[in-house]
């Protein structure tokens, strides 16, 4: 079971970027990287088009996320998580994330109007440690 999720202080910055970018829409994208035991470590978050563009959905463009896949896969990475934002509401789970996060396996990493939350489905939603790193 993952514990925490480690991402760099350059691609907390392009999040919240992009938070700040597509509102009053939710961003979305992809983090790239390994999971060592208990840790999923970050290597790259990886902006995605929102299909759907709305206040309090998102979609992963097919097309990119499958590019964002196969290009990860080639460098022996992979997608350990989705990320996508809550421009004006907090960073926790709404139902329609709840619904569509059940038995999904990756981490998902929510930025909100109040900052950041992760989160991972494991019987339930369980919040998970965030560990920035330069
Ligand atoms: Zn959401």
Same mark, same amino acid.
């Given at each position: &079971? /993952?514990?925490?999720?480690? /991402?760099?202080?350059?691609? &907390?910055? !392009?999040?919240?970027?992009?938070?700040? %970018? =597509?509102?009053?829409? +939710? %961003?979305? *994208?992809? !983090?790239?990287?390994?999971? =060592?035991?208990?840790?999923?470590?970050?290597?790259? %978050?990886?902006?995605?088009? $929102?299909?759907?563009?709305?206040?309090?959905?998102?979609? !992963?463009?097919?097309?990119?996320?499958?590019?964002?896949? $196969?290009?990860? +896969?080639?460098?022996?990475?992979?997608?350990?998580?989705?990320?996508?934002?809550?421009?004006?509401?907090?960073?926790?789970?709404?139902?329609?994330?709840?619904?569509? &996060?059940? =038995?999904?396996?990756?981490?998902? !990493?929510?930025? *909100?109007?109040? *900052?950041?939350? %992760?989160?991972i489905?494991d019987n339930?939603?369980k919040? /998970?440690? /965030?560990? +920035?790193?330069?």
């Open positions: &079971m /993952i514990y925490e999720i480690k /991402i760099s202080h350059h691609d &907390m910055a !392009l999040i919240q970027e992009e938070l700040e %970018a =597509n509102k009053p829409y +939710e %961003a979305c *994208g992809v !983090l790239i990287g390994i999971i =060592n035991d208990s840790t999923a470590h970050v290597e790259k %978050a990886l902006p995605v088009t $929102n299909v759907r563009r709305t206040r309090t959905s998102f979609e !992963l463009d097919p097309k990119e996320h499958y590019d964002a896949w $196969n290009d990860a +896969e080639k460098k022996g990475k992979e997608i350990i998580g989705i990320y996508h934002t809550h421009p004006v509401s907090s960073a926790v789970p709404s139902l329609w994330d709840r619904e569509t &996060m059940e =038995n999904v396996t990756s981490v998902w !990493l929510i930025a *909100g109007a109040d *900052g950041m939350r %992760a989160y489905w339930g939603i919040a /998970i440690k /965030i560990v +920035e790193y330069e």
